[in-house]
T-cell receptor
């Protein structure tokens, strides 16, 4: 399967813990995006990378959120000191130019 | 920032009939308009897209129309089938700033 891969698919964590999600994009795509989707809503843009450069991060939800793409391939999204309001689906997408192809997402539940 | 309104929130049609979903947007600089289909527990799947220099695009049973003057675009599905049942999202993008999504339309195909 050469689609966008996200790991894990599900994560349950206790409030206050840190979590990290991984995204492996389609190999020839140099753009990588992170979105958050809450129940009954459309995805909400968080940040994006062109190769290893993070070109937009002002829309990350708070300073507890950070993302990296160290070698321009896979990316990680970290949430520190999780809160119940962080419970959502976190989606990764990759793009060659404009069309964005999404992974299956990581569903985070904070208890 | 961009605001995307999507209607209706729920649409029920008889199998074989047509379905139309409409979106309006606020940012006249938006130049890319994709539509995504999302099934339960899965990531959004790109089904069709249109760019601002095109008024209409068709792919088999699916078509999208764009009116840049009025800032609205629509998804048309003809000869609906049970497998068309899903949540559909419209989105807009300006440059590579990331997609802004509508709130989604739950399409129900009645047998």
């Amino acid at each position: 399967d050469t689609g966008v891969s996200q790991d894990p698919r599900h994560k349950i964590t206790k409030r206050g813990q840190n979590v990290t999600f991984r995204c492996d994009p389609i190999s020839e795509h140099n753009r990588l995006y992170w979105y958050r989707q809450t129940l009954g809503q459309g995805p909400e843009f968080l940040t994006y990378f062109q190769n290893e450069a993070q070109l937009e991060k002002s829309r990350l939800l708070s300073d507890r959120f950070s993302a990296e793409r160290p070698k321009g391939s896979f990316s990680t999204l970290e949430i520190q000191r999780t809160e119940q309001g962080d419970s959502a689906m976190y989606l990764c997408a990759s793009s060659p130019v404009t069309e964005a192809f999404f992974g299956q997402g990581t569903r985070l539940t904070v208890v | 920032g961009e605001n995307v309104e999507q209607h209706p929130s729920t649409l029920s049609v008889q199998e074989g009939d047509s379905a139309v979903i409409k979106c309006t947007y606020s940012d006249s600089a938006s130049n890319y308009f994709p539509w995504y289909k999302q099934e339960l527990g899965k990531g959004p799947q790109l089904i069709i897209d249109i760019r601002s220099n095109v008024g209409e695009k068709k792919d088999q049973r699916i078509a999208v129309t764009l009116n840049k003057t009025a800032k609205h675009f629509s998804l048309h599905i003809t000869e609906t089938q049970p497998e068309d049942s899903a949540v559909y999202f419209c989105a807009t993008e300006r440059g590579a700033d990331g997609l802004t999504f509508g709130k989604g339309t739950h399409l129900i195909i009645q047998p």
